[in-house]
């Protein structure tokens, strides 16, 4: 027992030793690194002296700094070496593009596009459905402190992109809380090159709603938007009931209005029993009773609140190893929170995918301008789809 306690003691004792000599190795980095950082806000006053737009990424400089640093060493050593700088180099460039947009050398594109939206006026929203639709109940939300404007109902989603002009905006569905997003929406949003300019979180309480004769036992059948189908599965399963999809769930009403037959009933929301004159057979028939959907106000010009709000964006990378990785570490190294981050197939490429972003802050805010300049800079494909707020 003597011995085992003497053993442990002296390695105790080595342990310490190990660890005084890394904590003075992790004081003669933090100095380097420092200086280092340092250094690069030097290169980036050079490279700013009278240029507008600057270029601040040369992976071929880095390249060379990584081969350099890493010729020699063993794999494991190596592959340590590199994830440590390649963070380094990272936050290393967003020091210079913060220097570059606080010093007034960059210019987005956006900045022509970006109007005030209190000085913004329209006369109509337009959305996809008819009179009851989850879309103009959230319609009139948006609508609720600006007077007067006119509602139009068009039949697709697509149809509500083609309607947007300058004195129209429009109102569409982009995420469910528990059905996830609508992909059409997303990429409508990139072949009509339009804006969210503001955001409202709609509660999705669904309802069985059928002709009056009906009851619970009577209905074989349900139809409603698909989402909305899919947002009710245990209800439709536990009563092993026909799905029917339709163009959306006020539609539905609607049909189901108009058939007067007693064995289909409509999923939607409460308001379409009065407006269709049906009955409600049961409510909240929802999967899950926090259910939300997040509906979008669109634009053909980018309006920007003056502070908060989010901002949304779009990029593709090339088909390599790391590469998304790589862009993480840009919002790491700018400290923005990211509340989002979804992808999508690329249809003209193979396993090859577009990644949606949210992110908490506003592109009035020097780092924000700073970290989707450097985007901007850095990757094949990016496009911003919003800086805004949303409706309290």
Known sequence: RYAICIWRLTDIMELSEIRKEIDGIDSSLVKLVTERLKRSLDVAKVKCEGTINPTVYVKEREDEILERLTAGLAESEAKAVVEVYKKLLVNSRALQYVYAVDNEKVSLDEDELTSDPETNTFTTLVCQGIEGAYSSIAAREFIKKGGERYIKFVKNFEDVFK????????????????????????????????????????????????NKDATLDSIKSVTAHPQA???????????????????????????????????????????????????????????????????????????????????????????????????????????????????????????AYRFYVDIEGNIRDRKVRAMLYQLKKELPFVRLLGSYDAVE
């Not at 609508?182 to 804006?195: M, T």
């Not at 990211?338 to 193979?350: A, F, G, V």
Request: aromatic share 8%; hydrophobic share 40%; glycine share 4%.
């Open 163 to 210: 309607a947007i002009d300058d004195d129209t905006l429009g109102v569409l569905p982009l995420e469910n809380s528990t059905a996830g997003s609508v992909g059409e929406v997303y990429d409508l949003f990139l072949k009509y090159g339009l804006y969210i300019v503001k955001s409202y979180d709609l509660s999705i309480r669904h309802c069985l709603l059928a």
């Open 229 to 351: 189908l899919m947002q009710c599965s245990s209800f439709i399963v536990e009563r092993e009931l026909n799905m029917v999809n339709a163009v959306n769930n006020a539609v539905a009403s609607k049909e189901v209005s108009e058939s007067g037959r007693v064995d289909i009933a409509a999923i939607s929301a409460k308001e379409n029993a009065k407006l269709y004159s049906l009955k409600v057979l049961s409510e909240d028939i929802n999967n899950s009773l926090m259910n939300t959907t997040r509906f979008v106000l669109v634009s053909n010009k980018l309006m920007v609140p003056k502070s908060g709000g989010k901002v949304s964006l779009v990029f593709s990378l090339e088909n390599s190893s790391g590469t998304l990785a790589n862009v993480l570490n840009i919002f790491s190294a700018y400290s923005l929170s990211m509340s989002k981050i979804e992808s999508r197939p690329l249809e003209s490429e193979k396993w």
